[in-house]
């Protein structure tokens, strides 16, 4: 066998790999929904995806770098001008550095077309959060049953009456809701379904905490869901001082004011009189 044959095509097979396992993160929901919904591509869920991302990344760096040791002489002859002499700075060394530099610094400085790229993946992962729904916190799948009903808002006797009319099996006194989902192949989202009754009055005005994900949606999209009036939400953001446009999300919206994310949500609730 050819060592070197190897490494090249351990390399090739590894990049390849390592491009649909980039491709696949840079689509997928953002972890809270990712693990609120089961999300899974191909059988495999966000965390399987991430770890084949790092392991197959080192095994591409691996045998890029035995492929670069074994073929040093063919490299250093990109370094050397017409002379043969060695020459780090040729105008094939100089490109690739300037194309670096500006990837780095374009990043860095959020222009096009580096930032457009950014943009599309939060695209990507705003509307799956969208498709697959929020939790109601982060990360809610990890809480027991009996945090999970107090953050919620739920009664937890009425809830676990319902589940078990639901014929949904509890492992254990108290487990977490993502326990409650494995035991009984579903999601932990389903599981809070389950958990909901048919008719859960929304309470008036916004929560004290924000849930997971309102970052992202549009001061629109909020008003509508917690039943605020767009006019007078936007009039009471211009009264405390802050420009505001519908169709914004309070990510950006914050940015625009420079302000955190978390400030302008409470310049919210003191105008929907939360």
Not at 3 to 14: D, F, H, Q
Not at 157 to 180: D, F, Y
Request: charged letters at 15%; one cysteine or more; glycine letters at 8%.
């Amino acid at each position: 066998m050819n060592l070197r044959k190897i490494i090249s095509l351990t390399a090739l097979l590894a990049f390849l790999c390592t491009v649909v396992s980039s491709t696949v993160l840079f689509i997928c929901p953002p972890g809270r929904v990712a693990y609120w919904a089961s999300w899974r591509l191909w059988g495999l869920s966000k965390e399987q995806w991430g770890d084949l991302h790092i392991n197959l990344g080192a095994l591409f760096l691996l045998a890029l770098g035995l492929h670069v040791y074994y073929n040093w002489t063919p490299l250093l002859s990109y370094l050397k001008d017409r002379a043969r002499n060695l020459r780090v700075f040729t105008p094939s060394f100089a490109v690739a550095l300037v194309l670096c530099l500006a990837t780095l610094l374009g990043t860095l400085g959020q222009v096009p077309p580096f930032s457009s790229l950014l943009l599309l993946a939060t695209g990507f992962k705003d509307d799956a959060a969208r498709i697959y729904g929020e939790p109601p916190y982060g990360h809610a799948e990890l809480s027991s049953l009996s945090t999970f009903a107090k953050k919620a808002e739920l009664d937890l006797a009425e809830s676990l009456a319902r589940l078990k009319a639901a014929g949904i099996q509890l492992p254990g006194t108290n487990p977490t809701v993502l326990q409650v989902a494995e035991a009984n192949r579903m999601s932990p989202q389903q599981v809070y379904r389950a958990m909901l009754p048919a008719d859960k009055p929304r309470a008036a005005g916004l929560p004290a905490t924000p849930p997971a994900g309102t970052g992202g949606r549009t001061l629109a999209d909020l008003c509508a869901e917690y039943g605020l009036n767009l006019p007078d939400t936007l009039r009471g953001l211009a009264d405390q001082g802050i420009k505001a446009e519908p169709g914004r999300t309070l990510r950006d919206i914050a940015a625009d004011n420079t302000m955190s994310p978390p400030d302008l949500y409470e310049a919210l609730r003191r105008t929907a009189g939360s």
